[in-house]
Each structure stands twice: as C-alpha cells, then as structure tokens.
C-alpha cells in the first residue's frame, strides 16, 4: 500500500531565514504528489502539485517543490519565510481516487 | 470559484447523541470525501462516495455512516456519538478518476461532551 513519511513534526524558523520540510513516499509506477498548507481552525488549501513533467514546480505563496523520483523525495522549501507561514503542511500522494497524507508538519516561523 | 461547504465550523454534543455533518459542493464532482483529522495523525479517511448512493469504507468507518442522496451533498452520520469521536471533521470533493488534487472544505470541530 501507498505511504507517505513526513520525518520532521515541527520545524521552528526564524524569520527570513530558508526552509524545507521533507516528504517521502513509497514507490508506484505512476505517482501525483502534492502539498497542502493548513492555517489554524481552516482546511486544507493547496500549495502546489505534481503530476508530469518538470521536477521542480513552482506553487503559490513562493513556495516550490522537487519530485526526486529515484530518492522518492518531493520536499517542500521556501528561500525566505514570513510570519504568515505559520501553519500545518500535508504531503500527499494520490492513489487511484484515494489521498494518502503524511502525518504533517508544524512549520513556526519566529520574529 | 471551487466551493465545499461545511454546514457547521463548531459543534458540540453530548454522548449517545445522533450527529449530523453535511457537506455541500458546487463543483459536479463525482467523489465526495470524509476526514477525521487529529494531532500526530495526520488526515484518516472515514468513508468516500463515487456517486450518487455509492459509498465505500475509508481506513476508520467504524462508529460512522454515511448519506449520498444527491451529487453535490454528502453526509456523515455519528450513530451515537462517543468522546473519542472528538476531532476535527474535513469534508473533500474532486472528479472521479482524475490526478488533480482534491478540494477541501473548512472543517467541522466537533466535541462530544
């Protein structure tokens, strides 16, 4: 069965500074990754997805993501945070009509 | 724009209650999605519907059941709720048999008292 590891539950970060939070998946002929970004008491909103072609994609709020089919990687990094970033992210990788979730990680970004 | 709309942001019950939760998309997605979301758990899926009166077990179902009457609403039903049905409730929805991601309604906090 498809999996998803999301090894970091917290990362603290000063403001400004880069980050990445990592996500790796369990192998599967054809894969869509994507991210999703969560603000407290609201849902899931999508940051950024990969389906084909170009391993690097670009998504919203600056943030962009490498899918490294041979490390099963699709990390998620930011060159600078803000405040705002604040919040829970969610890797997931869809499997037929179904989403598998990491379990998530807390990104808090300090002043 | 793509909209699923949860009926309720914060609920409280109190336990052996019958709860409802309902969720409303206005996308003429085929597949509807419940989730229980709670802290170092990540998103677990409780039931998915693929169309109208179909239904299928998701990881947790236990304690739950659903209701697909109409293609853009779907509903979870606690039986008799429990304080372990205390969570977060997310509701989903996207078409069938399609890589784009699925869309996310704002959630239901629901406390069984």
């Known amino acids: 069965a498809q999996s998803v590891t999301q090894l970091d539950s917290q990362v603290p970060v000063f403001e400004e500074a880069p980050v990445e939070l990592r996500c790796n998946y369990s192998s599967s002929v054809s894969v869509y990754l994507f991210w999703y970004v969560q603000y407290p008491n609201q849902g899931l909103q999508l940051l950024l997805k990969y389906l084909s072609g170009s391993t690097l994609v670009k998504g919203i709020n600056g943030f962009e993501a490498e899918f490294n089919k041979s490390q099963t990687s699709f990390h998620l990094r930011k060159p600078s945070v803000h405040i705002s970033d604040t919040a829970e992210y969610f890797c997931?990788?869809?499997?037929?009509?179904?989403?598998?979730f990491g379990t998530g990680t807390r990104l808090q970004v300090f002043p | 724009d793509v909209k699923v709309t949860q009926s309720s942001r914060y609920l409280v019950k109190r336990t052996g209650e019958k709860v409802f939760l309902e969720c409303v998309q206005d996308?003429?997605?085929?597949?509807m999605f419940w989730y229980r979301q709670d802290p170092g758990l990540g998103l677990r899926l409780i039931y998915f519907?693929?169309?109208?009166?179909?239904?299928e077990k998701g990881d947790i179902p236990e304690g739950y059941s659903v209701s697909r009457e109409k293609k853009e609403r779907f509903s979870l039903i606690l039986e008799s709720a429990s304080t372990n049905q205390t969570s977060m409730y997310l509701c989903?929805?996207?078409?069938?048999?399609?890589?784009?991601?699925?869309?996310f309604g704002d959630g239901t906090r629901l406390s069984i008292l």
């Open positions: 989903a929805s996207d078409l069938r048999h399609s890589n784009q991601p699925q869309h």
């Open positions: 519907s693929y169309d109208v009166k179909m239904k």
């Open positions: 997931a990788v869809k499997n037929t009509d179904k989403l598998i």
């Open positions: 996308m003429d997605h085929e597949n």
